[in-house]
């Protein structure tokens, strides 16, 4: 039996249930925060990138300025927990659990990769890339569901 659209449905029109007025605000609050941390972030990375010389004296502290601007994601994101009602603490604190576990996996493995004499120059970039990922992935997921 083929399923009948439901047009007098509003959850049926649009994939999942639609944002009340307060998760609205609350969505936009966090994005009010997030978006201008991360930008900076993205600006100082690609001042970094171009205009660092690595082999000069000081060029570590340098590197390390597009780090600051991750100090205000993370706070976006603890507001952003701390805004959410039960149900949505539940569901980003699993997505971010997933993410850390699999972190903490890609970590591991580099570490014994490591401990064999492999290395990379870029494996915290992995780590970050796999818990992010997962992260990412797992709140689309739940989203959809």
């Known amino acids: ?57 000081g060029a570590w502290l340098w ?3 597009p780090v600051l601007p991750m100090i205000g994601v993370a706070v976006a994101l603890y507001r952003a927990v701390q805004r959410a009602d039960e149900y949505g603490r539940i569901v980003m604190l699993e997505c971010m659990a997933l993410g850390f576990g699999a972190a903490m996996i890609t970590a591991m493995g580099l570490g014994f990769l490591g401990g064999i004499g492999v290395a990379w120059t870029f494996g915290g970039w992995l780590v970050f890339g796999a818990g992010m990922a997962t992260w990412s992935v797992t709140l689309l997921v739940r989203g959809i569901r």
Request: proline share 5%; hydrophobic share 40%.
């Open 63 to 65: 590197v390390l300025l």
């Open 1 to 57: 039996m083929a399923k009948s659209s439901d047009t007098t449905n509003p959850e049926s029109a649009s994939r999942g249930p639609r944002l009340s007025a307060e998760d609205k605000r609350q969505r936009d609050s966090y994005l009010r925060e997030f978006i201008p941390a991360i930008v900076l972030f993205g600006i100082l990375l690609a001042v970094v990138e171009v205009t660092v010389d690595t082999n000069t004296t």
